[in-house]
């Protein structure tokens, strides 16, 4: 323990930077979460020259099994932290499937201006060049970093610093998967130390208007995907179960298929919240563009992928049913 340096607590919920392969050069086809906390933090021993760091195993899954429950407690262990005078920051290590929405989630409900970052790998710990390491060292001494305060919760992979909101993961396999397309990422990692280069302008974190600290549950909210000769199935099945929210990840900048439109306007007059977004993954989706969301009574997306609306409308839904009220929103995360 150096008492000049921060201290960071790694929370650990699995993926591949916990996982193991057969042989070392297992790339693909590895069992992910089998690593702990303590195994993490004892094969970069370099950390101890950028944090004391604690670490805690708050899961262990593969994040295409993360579920809402599993964000509500992350995010009250998060906060519970952060509140703690002796604590500077937060790594978490997580899955790359859906790492981008544990950490949009996280940006929405975080209320703290202390550096939260997520981190994964793409290889697992027994590959060769395996990505673990550097990006655990790397989002450590970024977690640490006075040039993250408040800056919202951070990914960081790869060298490069991006913003949760814009975030994605692009491709399936290579260690350069996450990128924020267009609008850029923030900064890069160098020798241990932040370089900033932009911030987002969004509302995040300390910032936010949403509290989970009493939730123990999210509305329950779904994604239509749309593509040539969808029909009704998906909407009619989300409305069945009970939705109040679907997110209809359309074509092009959110167009309505002829045959969905009907069902989404119905599912509306039920009282079920609409939002219209895209499967495109770049730019705008436009209010009174593609439809007329006045008269619809819609929500759009703005920006915001499909998976990332889906999060924004649930914690809307914790606050409000008020259309102009979650537009509002959508214009402000
Ligand atoms: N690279 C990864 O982390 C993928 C492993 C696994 N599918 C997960 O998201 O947890």
Do not use: C
């Not at 490069?160 to 267009?182: L, P, Y």
């Not at 911030?199 to 974190?205: E, G, M, N, P, V």
């Amino acid at each position: 323990q150096d008492a000049k340096l921060p201290h960071v607590v790694i929370l650990a919920t699995g993926g591949t930077i916990a996982g193991t392969g057969a042989t070392s050069t297992t790339t693909v086809g590895y069992t992910a979460a089998k690593v702990g906390v303590e195994s993490l933090i004892k094969a970069v021993p370099e950390l101890s020259n950028v944090a004391n760091v604690t670490g805690e195993q708050v899961f262990q899954i593969a994040s295409e099994s993360m579920t809402n429950e599993h964000w509500l407690a992350l995010a009250k262990r998060v906060n519970t932290l952060l509140a703690q005078a002796d604590v500077d920051g937060i790594v978490i290590t997580h899955g790359t499937d859906t790492l981008e929405e544990t950490a949009y989630f996280l940006d929405l409900v975080v209320k703290s201006n202390k550096p939260v970052v997520l981190v994964g790998s793409m290889r697992p710990s027994t590959a060769i060049s395996a990505d673990g390491p550097i990006n655990l060292y790397n989002a450590v001494a970024l977690a640490g970093s006075k040039e993250a305060v408040g800056k919202g919760v951070l990914v960081a992979l790869n060298d490069q610093i991006n913003a949760a909101r814009e975030v994605t993961k692009t491709n399936t396999v290579s260690t350069d998967t996450f990128k924020t397309t267009e609008l850029g990422f923030l900064g890069y990692m160098l020798d241990g130390k932040p370089r900033f280069y932009r911030a987002s302008l969004r509302k995040h974190t300390a910032e936010t208007e949403f509290d989970v600290s009493g939730l123990n549950a999210l509305p329950a909210v779904d994604v239509a995907y749309s593509y040539a000769n969808v029909g009704t199935a998906a909407v009619d099945a989300f409305v069945a179960q009970g939705d109040v929210g679907i997110v209809h990840a359309g074509t092009g900048d959110g167009s309505l298929p002829a045959r969905t439109k009907p069902a989404l306007v119905a599912a509306r007059k039920k009282g079920v919240i609409i939002v219209r977004s895209s499967r495109v993954g770049q730019g705008i989706v436009a209010r009174n563009g593609e439809a007329n969301d006045d008269e619809l009574d819609f929500v759009v997306s703005d920006t915001l992928s499909p998976q990332k609306a889906r999060i924004l409308l649930m914690l809307a839904l914790t606050r409000t049913h008020d259309t102009k009220e979650i537009q509002r929103m959508f214009y402000t995360y």
